[in-house]
């Protein structure tokens, strides 16, 4: 079913191609969000980086946190993380991983919980058909947790090369760059 | 008999084609996207060519790598892992209007310092080079978070902005990577000196 008129102009940022499926277009969306991006990519570093790998526990801790984004976003929960919550998060995944010192486990499963629920609240669809919407938030919802899991085992696959660790670093280095300059663009806004 | 263009279907199907084709792409889209700095790729077009539109802030970006590399391979990663960071911190200082003294001087000074620790292979410690250059990594974010235009995307921009600071480092990082070779060396510390009249350049406002 393509997705309708409708919905086009309610997805909150998403992309919409005419002629895909509601999935397909729901799949998308985290890839056209940048601050989504920015926190898709902080924190798979941060877990891929772990020495040994564990992603089991802190993916279904990000699976389960992310639907609960999203199904709070149907019950009338805040449509849309605000960019400085998402790029507080990314702030502090960046960090952790540009430090390149171990993390406890505790606080990576606290870091999956707020990105997962951060991540789903701002993937909310506002109105259409509930089956759309449905369809919409479960391409989401794949797509968010799939790209964590090939991106975290991708950069496991490069902690063997020294070179690649350091790199690892440096990406880590940009992303808390790029949250600092934000949060403090917000903090100026809402001092405006 | 028909060319490769022709059976391919694309006008510019051939091998100067592929190159053209993107590039006149590219060229309609920097001619459509000047009118505005608005929306996340302007912002991001705005980001990433505003650490490559000042000469000094591009030597002295370089300078942070080709020294790291110089230094050695800790340095080499270690520089410009703490280069964004801080600079994100200055950057981040300007954008919330506090002002800094001699801001202009310390950029120009980063490129004379910077440049004239290469040409003259000087080897502090690490720490004290994270030092050094964190210091001028303060100046050089806070000029750019004081020209950060209203109208960008913050995100984008910044995104745009750290990435091209990145990848000017790279360029030192493989300009350093020469050491390998004797001669190598000679044109490292050439380039280091290099760097260092241009600084001076700078600071005495000839430039």
Same mark, same amino acid.
């Given at each position: ?192 | ?57 591009? %030597? ?32 981040? %200082? ?27 292979? /000087? ?8 030092? /050094? ?52 060396? /000679? ?21």
């Amino acid at each position: 079913m393509s997705i309708d008129g409708n919905l086009k102009s309610t997805l909150l940022g998403h992309v919409a191609v005419e002629g895909w499926s509601d999935i397909a277009n729901g799949a998308i969306h985290p890839f056209f969000n940048p601050a989504q991006i920015v926190v898709l990519l902080g924190l798979a570093l941060l877990l891929g980086r772990q020495i040994p790998l564990r992603v089991k526990g802190p993916l279904i801790v990000l699976a389960a946190s992310s639907a609960i984004g999203l199904g709070l976003t149907l019950a009338g929960f805040s449509l849309g993380a605000p960019i400085p919550v998402l790029t507080g998060i990314a702030l502090f995944l960046g960090m952790l991983t540009a430090i390149g010192y171990g993390v406890p486990d505790a606080v990576i499963l606290l870091l999956c919980v707020a990105a997962g629920v951060s991540l789903g609240l701002d993937s909310g669809v506002e109105k259409g058909e509930p089956v759309t919407i449905a369809k919409v938030m479960a391409g989401t919802w794949i797509s968010l947790n799939l790209t964590i899991l090939y991106l975290t085992l991708a950069t496991s696959n490069a902690t063997g090369k020294p070179w690649a660790v350091t790199g690892i670093r440096i990406l880590g280095s940009w992303i808390v760059a790029i949250s600092l300059l934000v949060l403090a663009f917000a903090l100026r806004s809402n001092g405006a | 008999m028909k060319t490769k263009s022709e059976t391919s279907g694309c006008p510019s199907g051939g091998f100067p084609g592929k190159i053209l084709s993107p590039a006149i792409f590219l060229a309609l889209a920097n001619t459509a996207s000047a009118h505005t700095e608005k929306g996340a790729v302007g912002g991001l077009e705005s980001g990433f060519l505003h650490p490559l539109t000042g000469l000094d802030h591009v %030597v002295a970006m370089v300078a942070v790598g080709l020294w790291g590399a110089f230094l050695g391979k800790k340095a080499m990663w270690a520089l410009p892992v703490i280069f964004p960071m801080v600079m994100a911190l200055g950057g981040a %200082v300007a954008v919330l209007g506090v002002p800094l003294p001699f801001v202009e001087t310390g950029i120009a000074l980063s490129g004379v310092v910077l440049g004239l620790m290469v040409a003259l292979t /000087i080897r502090p410690p690490l720490w004290v080079a994270g030092v /050094i250059v964190g210091i001028f990594a303060v100046f050089h974010g806070h000029a750019h978070g004081t020209e950060l235009p209203e109208a960008a995307s913050p995100l984008t921009y910044a995104i745009g902005f750290v990435i091209a600071t990145g990848l000017l480092h790279l360029c030192g990082i493989a300009f350093g990577l020469l050491t390998k070779w004797p001669w190598g060396t /000679i044109a490292i510390r050439i380039g280091g000196a290099a760097i260092a009249v241009i600084g001076f350049l700078f600071l005495f406002k000839v430039l």
